[in-house]
């Protein structure tokens, strides 16, 4: 059962421009959702997470939106630079004793030059 | 902090062989996970452990995979027999107890199996 879908495997926009990864999902148990950046040959690396109490979390050049009602997050970096070219996923953790982070099948974004 | 220590980097294996992957999380964190990567499911969770003990199994695919925690700083993750089916990037990643829910991730372990 994929409680978390990533729909657009793959993304390419152009430096300085915006880049937009959207995430859906199922269950409403989720207490944070998390985005974690991955390189080739690398483990995935924490990005930016919000509570699911909140609707807007920003760090940089990198925002989180999270809209309940529609089971929607997204990812919105500005402006986008090359270096940020990598897979993206969206990773919700469910909340109290269960508390495991689960991930969504990936994004690849290209930020051509 | 050395990180969350994975080993081997990458293991070729023949089918039927047993294979036993390593982890050593990030010390003073309490919660570890196993997750598997392919490129049609993205990143699955195998299992996750809480203070050493098995929480959740329910992603482990068959009873030819098994994983132990037999301490705070060390897990093992095998495969006996192993299929080319299992053929993945498997990952293992530890949290910390308090803070957020940002798990650390170490740099995987490749499976070939032929």
């Known amino acids: 059962d994929q409680q978390v879908k990533q729909n657009s495997p793959s993304l390419s926009v152009q430096e300085g421009r915006i880049s937009i990864l959207n995430c859906d999902y199922t269950n409403s148990m989720f207490d944070y959702f998390l985005w974690y950046k991955k390189y080739p040959a690398e483990g995935p690396t924490f990005l930016i997470s919000i509570s699911s109490i909140k609707d807007k979390n920003e760090d940089g050049r990198f925002t989180v939106f999270l809209n309940k009602s529609a089971k929607h997050l997204s990812l919105h970096i500005v402006p986008s630079q090359p270096g940020d070219s990598a897979v993206y996923f969206c990773a919700p953790n469910y909340g109290g004793a269960t508390n495991k982070l689960i991930f969504g099948t990936g994004t690849l974004l290209a930020v051509q030059p | 902090d050395a990180g969350v220590i994975q080993s081997p980097r990458h293991e070729v294996t023949e089918m039927g062989q047993e294979v036993t992957l390593r982890c050593k999380p990030i010390s003073g964190h309490n919660s570890l996970f196993w997750y598997r990567q392919t490129m049609m499911r993205g990143l699955e969770l195998l299992i996750y452990f809480n203070n050493n003990v098995p929480i959740d199994d329910s992603g482990m695919p068959e009873d030819r995979f098994s994983a132990k925690m037999p301490n705070a700083s060390f897990s093992t993750l095998k495969i006996q027999p192993s299929e080319p089916r299992d053929s993945a990037v498997y990952f293992c990643?530890?949290?910390?107890?308090?803070?957020?829910?940002?798990?650390?991730f170490g740099q995987g372990t490749r499976l070939t199996v032929v």
């Open positions: 990643a530890s949290r910390p107890p308090s803070g957020g829910a940002e798990a650390f």
